[in-house]
């Protein structure tokens, strides 16, 4: 009664409703294990992510377990549920986390960490592992940022690392067993270590230097290895793949069937940590594709289909995968949406052919200005790719161009800087030299900047990142820079990056930073008006741990990094490598080009890599 | 191309689904019954499909309607498929084919509801009281500003027809349609000012009855 009272008193009830169509409803007398996957963000951002869509069909498909979502309340229905005492439920039977068995988080972007805190605490689920009792649940958190599960290690019970598909059901059998056991809960946490890619952080004791790095970081139990294996999936066609998907009665910000192409990259960009994370490159058929597309049209009725990659132009078999799609979607009267393609005849002709893309915008990313710095970053894009590239967008129709850059980079000098304003100068040029009976009016060239972060697992892992006043500078310089009309400039807050990268590099001792912040009222840090710099600064001073220790220093080879403990493939010596390649400005081949010796190869049995 | 027209009941966690909302999900929900609705020409195709009067949200219904143009004729199994196709809280109840000129969606000029109010018991008479007022003035919000306005006219009936253990149910006949629409809360919020000691707690609305110009029910 109380909660319909409140979803009436709130903007977009329906993120809170659970009764959405391929929503799976199970007789609680028949489940034995029952699961909460949380995602520490609002309904619409967590329900366009891909994990939760594969996870919860996946756990779902299991009789005896039941898999439910719970996603972060916005402020108001917060303020609403704090008010009437109602705990954090569950969409599908409204049941309290807390009553839950296992208590999953993904962890998609580090300015999501003070939520899942929050959401503990909408929960009654105490935040420290130390704290909950027998009676608790098991919280545990997975995705690309528990590669460096490290700040949140106090939190979690443990972290799967890597690919979850066939882990996830290995842990809930391992579960299942403890659970009839009647054991403590210690219990499980042992029996996990067998299982590849479980980090129990627990088992493992961190000593520090005087300086504040680490000094040792071993397991204090018999079983717990040195370093966990992350987890991959070997065949993709084999791996589950859901054919069906929850359709949200609201919009949602990716409102489309996600076909996944393949997982890793053969670029090698030097900040990117997924490039690195996601090794080696594996893909699915066309056939198994096309064959998934028609089911996933057919069980949701979506008027539109997506693929997705971290490259989609590097997915050898695109021209026969996009001529079926584009079959399927004409004799299915439904869209077929382009990602961001490489320019060239081929994807022009095809974006030509899929009639749905207006011909306004095309996104480039050549991440920096000069030569010389995208060299230094390993982004194989050269002006001279890039001015052909628009000059046909232009030739085509297009008008608009969006320019994604990032500020920051290691080695970056002003002049650097600079040359983000030149570049887009050079593609309104561009323009102005495409014939006037070829072009369409109306040129619009937006320069978006952001802050770059260091991530771990990267070349640039042990690299200073600049401080707010530096990025500041460097915003103004290329904001003075610009001198034509027909561009515009935006970037992002600069405050927002320190954050982002303290959790990013950041150790164990920062879950009483976390912790601390959230009961000074920090949510939503990702939301531009929900992000509270002084809140979160306070705390670190009221907790003594200095955010510049994180970001601003310059670690050394022979330090001891907190995400040490995880082994993700690549080595560190590969990464020292492509680091040093980097200051000297040399470009590292593509992966098909000619293998780079990432250690990959030698991390699983069997030639892997696509 | 025959236009169809469906009656359909929203209920249960489904009233918190929105109008806009709701058209994408019935657009939805025929592609997987596999009925094939008319697609207007143009760039951005759309199907056509109107809703004969917007429902807000946190309110059910049993008698609402839409019109749909489909390719082609329908049988009782694509209603049964459409149901199926449906999510929980949302049912077709009902379906013609050749639709009365004087039952066109633009001819919806009443609506009834039933409220259930959780209040403080009050004197039945109370509400015949206020239904003989002279005039009803309360605050209308509208998207550029608010102003003070007459309610009355637009309430053509008013009744308290059970009484509950923690409170009352009220039917009301207001205004529906194009030319003038009046929402139950704004009704309730009027009673609240007019008629001492009544203070709702809570309340639910459902729609019971879309009524034409001649006052006869769309379906």
């Not at chain 1, 005896?64 to 229905?77: H, K, L, Q």
């Not at chain 1, 029996?191 to 300086?211: A, H, M, T």
């Not at chain 1, 992000?531 to 601003?552: S, T, V």
């Not at chain 2, 704004?186 to 034409?212: C, Q, W």
Request: charged share 30%; glycine share 6%.
């Amino acid at each position: 009664m109380e909660l319909s009272k409140i979803l009436k008193e709130v903007q977009k009830p329906a993120r809170y409703i659970g009764t959405e169509y391929n929503s799976v409803h199970k007789d609680l007398a028949d489940v034995y294990i029952r699961f909460a996957f949380c995602f520490p963000d609002v309904y619409e951002v967590g329900m366009s992510h891909l994990g939760i869509k594969i996870l919860y069909h996946l756990l779902n498909n299991e009789p005896d377990i039941y898999c439910e979502r719970v996603f972060a309340p916005w402020t108001d229905m917060e303020e609403k549920m704090r008010a009437h005492n109602i705990p954090l439920f569950s969409l599908e039977t409204r049941t309290c986390v807390s009553d839950f068995d296992v208590v999953g988080f993904t962890l998609q972007y580090e300015m999501s960490y003070s939520n899942i805190i929050n959401m503990l605490d909408l929960s009654g689920i105490p935040a420290l592992a130390s704290d909950r009792g027998e009676d608790m649940p098991f919280v545990y958190a997975g995705g690309p940022c528990a590669y460096n599960p490290e700040p949140l290690s106090d939190v979690m019970d443990f972290f799967m690392i890597g690919e979850s598909e066939e882990q996830i059901i290995e842990v809930m059998n391992a579960y299942r067993t403890w659970k009839k056991s009647g054991e403590p809960k210690i219990k499980f946490l042992e029996s996990l270590l067998s299982i590849r890619g479980i980090y129990v952080p627990r088992f493992y004791d961190v000593s520090y230097n005087e300086d504040g790095t680490i000094c040792e970081m071993v397991p204090n139990h018999p079983h717990a290895p040195t370093r966990v294996k992350k987890q991959i999936i070997r065949d993709m066609d084999a791996c589950f793949y859901p054919e069906t998907m929850i359709v949200p009665y609201m919009e949602i910000i990716h409102d489309r069937i996600t076909l996944e192409l393949f997982r890793g990259c053969i670029r090698g960009c030097r900040f990117c940590q997924a490039g690195m994370i996601y090794r080696p490159v594996r893909k699915r058929s066309p056939k198994r594709l096309l064959e998934l597309a028609e089911k996933l049209i057919e069980s949701t009725g979506y008027e539109e289909i997506s693929m997705s990659s971290l490259s989609t132009s590097d997915y050898p078999e695109l021209q026969e995968l996009t001529e079926g799609l584009l079959d399927l979607t004409v004799q299915k009267k439904i869209n077929l949406s382009l990602p961001s393609l490489r320019i060239d005849n081929f994807s022009l002709d095809l974006m030509q052919k899929v009639q749905k893309v207006r011909k306004s915008g095309l996104t480039f990313a050549p991440e920096a200005g000069s030569q010389r710095l995208r060299d230094v970053i390993n982004k194989g894009v050269n002006e001279d790719d890039l001015i052909r590239s628009v000059s046909l967008a232009f030739a085509g129709g297009y008008s608009g161009v969006k320019l994604y850059f990032m500020i920051g980079l290691p080695t970056e000098t002003d002049e650097d800087v600079k040359q983000i304003a030149h570049l887009a100068h050079k593609v309104v040029q561009a323009y102005r030299d495409t014939p006037k009976e070829k072009r369409n009016k109306g040129l619009r060239v937006t320069v978006s900047a952001s802050s770059f972060v260091p991530k771990p697992f990267t070349p640039f892992q042990w690299a200073p990142q600049d401080d707010i006043e530096t990025l500041r500078d460097k915003q103004h310089l290329i904001k003075d820079e610009i001198r034509d009309k027909a561009i515009s400039y935006n970037y992002h807050e600069a405050k927002l990056s320190v954050l982002e990268g303290v959790f990013a590099r950041g150790d164990r001792r920062l879950a009483r930073v976390l912790l601390r912040a959230q009961k000074l009222g920090v949510r939503f840090d990702a939301w531009q008006e929900c992000f509270q710099y002084d809140l979160w600064m306070e705390a670190f001073r009221q907790e003594g741990i200095d955010p510049n220790f994180y970001n601003h220093r310059e670690r050394s080879y022979d330090e001891i990094l907190p995400w040490d403990i995880i082994d993700p493939g690549v080595t560190k010596e590969f990464l020292m490598r492509e680091n040093e390649k980097a200051k000297r400005g040399e470009v590292t081949n593509n992966c098909r080009k000619l293998c780079s010796g990432c250690g990959i190869k030698q991390f699983e049995e069997g030639d892997f890599c696509d | 191309m025959i236009k169809y027209r469906f009656g359909y009941a929203k209920y249960g966690e489904a009233k918190y689904v929105s109008h806009l909302d709701l058209i994408r999900l019935f657009s939805r929900s025929f592609k997987r019954a596999h009925i094939p609705l008319t697609y207007s020409e143009g760039f951005n195709p759309h199907p056509k499909l109107a809703i004969g009067l917007p429902l807000s949200v946190g309110v059910t219904s049993e008698c609402e309607c839409m019109d749909v143009e489909v390719d082609r004729e329908l049988k009782k199994e694509d209603i049964d498929a459409l149901n199926r196709s449906l999510p929980i809280g949302i049912h077709i109840n009902g379906l013609c084919e050749k639709i009365p000129g004087t039952k066109k969606l633009s001819d919806i000029r009443f609506a009834e509801y039933r409220v259930t109010v959780v209040c403080d018991p009050v004197d039945p008479e109370k509400f015949s009281e206020f239904m003989s007022r002279p005039s009803v003035v309360v605050e209308k919000k509208t998207k550029r500003k608010t102003e003070e306005c007459d309610i009355l006219p637009d309430i053509h009936a008013l009744s308290v027809c059970g009484i509950t253990d923690d409170g009352l149910m009220l039917t009301m006949t207001l205004s529906a349609g194009p030319s003038a629409n009046l929402k139950p809360d704004l009704v309730l919020t009027a009673m609240e000012k007019y008629i001492e000691g009544f203070n709702p707690k809570d309340y639910d609305i459902h729609r019971a009855k879309i009524l034409s110009d001649a006052g006869l029910p769309l379906l």
